[in-house]
């Protein structure tokens, strides 16, 4: 779902594309770099830092702390149950809000970034995104491609010692001087255990999942599914998962929620409906019939975290804001059902019109990864500020970090506005700030 406006653009970005491709068969090592964690041999015992998470924070850490750290220090070790990209390996026909630019500015950030570009083969996902519009935007996969690109190279560094494992708990040692973490394998059928590592820093970027929602037993009973946001917003899985019942002409789907991801589930139903499935019809849900999109200032951005972008933007300007389903082609397909008034009104209407779907897709938000170890009633609170954890009382938690969609930064815009900074390069550019600061907490 690459926007260039021109076809010789497009058959230019289809052609590195091709190349990409032969160059991934060729290089395999590149995009399944795993390694299995009962074959770890790292001393674990010279662990100055250990990162849990492989997507763009996990990375992100990886890099600034390969930059900040002393080479005498000891080494790193990352930790990740698959060293795919993280989440956005599920993403990858989702059109990004993030211009190309920006993911090439996060591909050149740091000085190992720039090192694995100068000793990748020619034919790179980094280079790729190179021959793209700078100001445009594309789809997550090529994005995805330059994650495993970084990983694999970091993968490779002397002072990273990579472990495919998932961790199970974190544990502050009774000297108070190291964390331990014990560790899983990533697949059940292997060994139940792989002992554990130590270190007196780590850092969790282990993302968020789509929310998922308690559908009313009264929907359920009705013979309502619900469809999980990941398959929504791949299309050719949802063509697959939007069964058509012989008994009903009509395959009405309800989507819940007017975020991003919630109007790429309603392009992706539109467009779906225009094409092989002209049965599907489709109940909005919505509190809203207006949407916030971001707005371009002198400098900065209004709403940069809230508002929409891009194709989402786009779309929901032309086809869904305000009155706009009265006349657009997307209001053949979807009737938007009014969800104002409170949360105890939005759940009884989309109890009684949700009767009348045969699949519900909740887009409504994501739900941040709990840290392994911690009680539900005792968790760590997350500084979004300086990327620490503190306990409950206030006082820091020395060694404890977080980065990414579960543990973004906060910023608060010139217009006073606050929100939660999450993408690539926002990512990097609060790491960057903070990492550092991390180093020199536990130097002293």
């Known amino acids: 779902m690459h926007p260039i406006p ?28 795993s390694v299995s964690a009962r074959n770890y041999h790292g001393s674990r015992d010279n662990t100055a830092a250990v990162v849990v998470g492989a997507g763009p924070a996990g990375i992100a850490v990886v890099g600034n702390l390969l930059e900040h750290l002393p080479a005498d220090a000891g080494k790193i070790t990352w ?50 995104l190179e021959a793209m519009p700078k100001d445009e935007t594309c789809s997550l996969g090529y994005a995805g491609d330059m994650l495993r690109q970084l990983t694999q190279g970091l993968a490779a560094h002397e002072r990273i010692n990579k472990v495919t494992a998932h961790v199970v708990t974190s544990e502050r040692q009774s000297d108070a001087s190291n964390w331990e973490l014990q560790l899983q394998p990533p697949r059940k059928t ?35 599914e619900q469809v999980h946001l990941d398959t929504a917003l791949n299309p050719p899985l949802l063509a697959k998962e939007l069964v058509r019942r012989q008994d009903q002409d009509i395959t009405r789907v309800g989507v819940i929620g007017a975020s991003h991801s919630a109007v790429l589930v309603l392009m992706n139903l539109v467009k779906l409906a225009q094409t092989s499935r002209p049965d599907i019809r489709v109940d909005w849900f919505a509190r809203s019939p207006h949407f916030k999109y ?39 397909i979807i009737t938007r059902i009014d969800c104002s008034g409170g949360l105890e009104k939005e759940a009884a209407t989309i109890r ?39 306990d409950h009382a206030g006082g820091l938690i020395k060694g404890l970090y977080g980065a990414g969609i579960a543990f973004p930064e906060q910023v608060t815009d010139p217009a006073g ?21 991390w180093v020199a907490k536990e130097a002293r």
């Open 6 to 33: 021109t076809r010789a653009r497009g058959i230019a970005a289809l052609a590195h594309r091709i190349n990409l491709t032969r160059w991934r068969n060729s290089h395999q090592f590149f995009f399944c770099a």
């Open 79 to 128: 930790i990740d149950p698959e060293f795919n990209a993280g989440r956005i390996r599920n993403y990858g026909q989702v059109p990004s809000n993030t211009k190309i630019g920006l993911f090439l500015e996060y591909a050149r950030a740091l000085e190992p970034f720039r090192e694995i570009y100068e000793k990748s083969p020619k034919q790179n996902a980094i280079r790729v």
């Open 190 to 224: 292997e060994a139940e255990t792989l002992g554990s590592v130590t270190s007196p820093m780590v850092v969790y970027c282990t993302g968020s999942f789509p929310t998922k929602m308690q559908l009313h037993p009264d929907l359920t009973k009705n013979g309502v």
């Open 294 to 332: 971001a707005e371009q200032k002198d400098g900065w951005i209004l709403y940069d975290n809230t508002g929409l972008k891009g194709t989402a933007a786009v779309f929901a300007r032309t086809e869904l804001d305000g009155n706009k389903l009265l006349t657009s082609e997307a209001g053949k």
């Open 352 to 390: 009684s019109r949700g009767l009348g779907c045969q699949y519900i897709i909740p887009a409504i938000g994501f739900t941040p990864r709990p840290i392994p170890g911690f009680a539900s009633n005792n968790k760590p609170l997350f500084n979004h500020r300086t990327g620490a954890f503190e």
């Open 417 to 437: 506005h606050t929100e939660y900074a999450v993408g690539f390069w926002k990512f990097m550019r609060f790491l960057r700030r903070v990492v550092p600061e």
